[in-house]
């Protein structure tokens, strides 16, 4: 899934690391057996500190719904942490089945939930 513009929420370092984020996604299901489990943990790594940050600026503007917005992120961060610790057991394709729902869960969720950053 490449970046369209049309991503972007005019928050110029959540826009950032949301590009990031797709970039390390399409690397991740293009990678090689051998470079899937690293990738892996890059992404998982950049998506812990994605959601640090982006919790920072939810409290610090009074972000609408940060409730179930942080509850959306402890869930994927769980299912990232769930996969990660398969991987470590061998369990390569479980991990890239998962993987190859992150585009469509990230459009999802900056349609609904981060759109609010339009706004604020």
Known sequence: ?????????????????HRQFIDMADALLAALDEDFPALFEQLREHTIRHFEHEKTLMKACRFPA???????????????????????????????????GLPAWFATHLATMDAAWRGV
Not at 66 to 94: C, D, M, N, Q, Y
């Open 66 to 100: 940060i409730g179930e917005h942080e509850s959306e992120h402890l869930r994927v961060l769980g299912e990232l942490a769930h996969f990660a610790g398969g991987l470590k057991r061998g369990r390569l394709k479980t991990a890239r089945d998962y993987a190859r």
């Open 1 to 17: 899934m490449p970046w369209h513009e049309h991503f972007a929420l005019g928050v110029a370092d959540m826009d950032a690391t």
